[in-house]
């Protein structure tokens, strides 16, 4: 076994939670599934995520103020399947469930109360296939705990498109 695969079978062991990022930029808006995120400093309090270059959701993120980020619970994997499944270049995902316009008009999906909506610090264009997101929390909701959507849960999901 060769270290790529060694590594993709460390990464996998942590199991990370998924989580569903939303945009809006203009009149346009989007989400997409994401499983590359994480805490980023204590203080000042900061979260990265890391969006697919293929991805429109990251095209908007590019020039976006303001980014949210939904917690999928254990129950949610639908939504997984829709924000992971389809990409925004066919269909407007937002249109199959219900949000409202958070800070700077950011979807915020009612199905996902456990989520925060964050105003972009600065972006990192690695020279990988993904770009990190700086986001600083402005606005967060939900309470007690919630056992999250694992990524082990979504090996049958079909990418709407290639990483």
């Not at 695969?5 to 569903?20: G, I, N, Q, S, Y």
């Not at 805490?39 to 890391?50: C, D």
């Not at 429109?56 to 993120?61: D, F, G, Q, V």
């Not at 939504?79 to 199959?96: M, N, Q, S, V």
Request: glycine content about 10%; overall charge negative; aromatic content about 4%.
């Amino acid at each position: 076994m060769g270290t790529a695969d060694r590594f993709d079978d460390l990464v996998a062991a942590m199991d990370a939670a998924l989580v569903v990022v939303t945009v809006a930029v203009s009149d346009e808006r989007d989400g997409c599934l994401v499983g590359f995120h994480s805490q980023a400093s204590i203080e000042p309090r900061r979260y990265v995520v890391w969006l697919s270059n293929a991805n429109r959701t990251c095209r908007l993120a590019e020039r976006a103020d303001h980014l949210a980020v939904h917690v999928l619970a254990s129950d949610q994997h639908e939504l997984a399947e829709l924000f992971g499944g389809e990409t925004g270049d066919d269909i407007d995902k937002l249109a199959r469930t219900t949000w409202e316009a958070g800070p700077g008009g950011v979807p915020l999906l009612g199905a996902c109360p456990h989520r925060f909506a964050g105003r972009v610090v600065e972006r990192h264009h690695s020279r990988g296939d993904h770009v990190g997101v700086l986001l600083e929390p402005i606005e967060v909701s939900g309470e007690g705990p919630s056992e999250p959507l694992r990524l082990r849960h979504s090996a049958n999901i079909e990418p709407g498109h290639p990483a």
